[in-house]
């Protein structure tokens, strides 16, 4: 082990946070390491939105599902697939861009992701915590109000970040064997492991909460997946200019 493989593997998301400023020098180096992410054909195509203004974090806050540690948290960040660079781009070299469709939405999509990960583990590398922050997408379009968001460009996620104030403990993800397979995608063996790993969740549950919360993995994952999902974002994105075809 090094101390890069002892840190990733053990990352908790922090939702409590001290009260402690994070200084500058350290959210630069978040910035740069976020930066440093792999990108398709080097478009880097994400934005970063440091948000500051108090007024309007409450205002995302309540938005993205009354999160109050949004408004908590030291740091607030937004991340945004950002295709509008990419016309500016085009536009600059006497071109026209092609119309956004399902690949460069997956494009940016990525990027923003990869961009987003690289962040939290620097961070997390300076003795900070932080989590994702995906009830943003509960009501995109008055994010994009809020924070001047044009045509090109959504949030995919936010971030928040801060000097830990718990320290949870750490959340057993599923066995390797049902997430890591040889060759060819398969379920052998699967059932059995779930099963053993929805009674490790149990546990953990009911420790966490000292019998408050009963719940297995396959009742949580089922309970959200059995209705859809945000299923507000197809048009909200038709409205940002990116077209599935």
Not at 182 to 203: C, E, P, R
Request: glycine share 6%.
């Amino acid at each position: 082990m090094n101390e890069t493989i002892n840190l990733l593997k053990n990352h908790k998301s922090i939702r409590k946070y001290e009260d402690q400023p994070i200084e500058p020098e350290k959210l630069k180096t978040i910035i740069e390491c976020a930066q440093c992410a792999s990108t398709s054909s080097f478009i880097q195509a994400y934005t970063i939105i440091n948000v500051v203004n108090m007024d309007n974090r409450k205002k995302i806050a309540h938005l993205a599902g009354d999160q109050n540690y949004v408004e908590q948290c030291p740091l607030f960040l937004i991340f945004c697939a950002d295709l509008n660079r990419s016309k500016n781009s085009c536009e600059i070299n006497d071109r026209t861009m092609a119309e956004v469709n399902t690949e460069t939405f997956i494009l940016a999509t990525v990027d923003a992701s990869l961009a987003a990960q690289n962040a939290l583990i620097a961070a997390e590398s300076l003795g900070l915590g932080g989590v994702y922050i995906g009830g943003i997408r509960n009501n995109p379009g008055e994010i994009c109000k809020i924070l001047n968001i044009p045509s090109g460009v959504y949030p995919v996620f936010g971030m928040c970040i801060g000097y830990p104030g718990v320290n949870p403990d750490k959340k057993e993800r599923l066995p390797q064997d049902v997430i890591f397979k040889t060759d060819v995608y398969n379920i052998s063996g699967d059932a059995s492991l779930i099963k053993k790993y929805d009674t490790h969740i149990l546990d953990y549950y009911e420790k966490r909460t000292k019998g408050k919360r009963v719940d297995t993995w396959t009742n949580q994952v089922s309970s959200l997946m059995s209705k859809p999902q945000r299923p507000h974002m197809k048009d909200f994105l038709g409205k940002q200019g990116f077209k599935f075809k």
